[in-house]
Structure formats: C-alpha cells, structure tokens
C-alpha cells in the first residue's frame, strides 16, 4: 500500500522560508511521477512541483519558479519542496500526490508528458498547511 505523510506546513511572515517533506512508503521513485499540488481558499488544486518518473524531470508552477525547489531522496524516497520568498498568495493547504499512470496509455507511450491536473493522480497524502502573513 502506497502511503503518503507531509509535514513541515506552518505560518512564515512574507519573504520568509519553509520546507515541507513527504515521507512516503510502498513506492519507488522510477516508476512513481510525484509532486506537490496546493488548495487556497476559494481556489482549485493546482501543481506547484512535478517529477516525472521517466528521465526525472522536474517542472514548476510559473507563479513559484525561482522561488521553490523540489528535490528527492532516493535511498528514502522521501520529496521535499524548499520554498524561499514566500508570498502571501503562496498560502494554502499544501499536499503531496503520487501515481504510476498505468492506466494512461498516454504517459506510457510518451516520454516527455507529465500530467499535471490534479484529478490525474490518485494518491494523497493529507496535506500541510502553510500560511503567509504579509
């Protein structure tokens, strides 16, 4: 069984840093595509962070680039997003998602497509909050 456990969410003034983890069990990072989505209120889950099982390529919301990095460790397959410069339009439950796209011929046949909608992955973990004060 696929699990999934973030931590590391908090409340951080503007301009401020926070690293979140997501410790994870029951997945291996070659055939897992992984990342981090967010929930602000009002608004829908959006990716923020994605790494692509194949070739493990990394791409970002426009809204973080140069502000957020994600980055993997392979002997723990555990993710971390280290977010710098942190707005407060960055505010919101944070979560960790996974999937292995069997079922997408799509993923399968393609090398370079990364699904990026949320209602594509089926593992959650149950999020972090993290709020930004300006």
């Known amino acids: 069984e696929v699990q999934l456990v973030e931590s590391g969410g908090g409340w951080v003034q503007a301009g401020g840093s926070l690293r979140l983890s997501c410790t994870t069990s029951?997945?291996?990072?070659?055939?897992?595509?992984m990342g981090w989505f967010r929930q602000g209120p009002g608004k829908e889950r959006e990716a923020v962070a994605l790494?692509?099982?194949?070739?493990?390529?990394?791409q970002y919301a426009d809204s973080v680039k140069g502000r957020f990095t994600l980055s993997r460790d392979n002997a723990k397959t555990n993710l971390y997003l280290q977010m710098n410069n942190l707005k407060p339009e960055d505010t919101a439950m944070y979560y960790c998602?996974?999937?292995?796209?069997?079922?997408?011929?799509?993923?399968?046949?393609?090398?370079?497509?990364?699904?990026?909608?949320?209602?594509?992955?089926?593992?959650w973990g149950q999020g972090t909050q993290v709020t930004v004060s300006s």
């Open positions: 998602a996974a999937d292995a796209f069997h079922w997408s011929d799509r993923v399968r046949r393609s090398d370079g497509f990364c699904p990026t909608s949320w209602r594509d992955y089926g593992i």
């Open positions: 029951g997945l291996t990072f070659a055939t897992w595509t």
């Open positions: 790494v692509f099982h194949k070739g493990g390529t990394i």
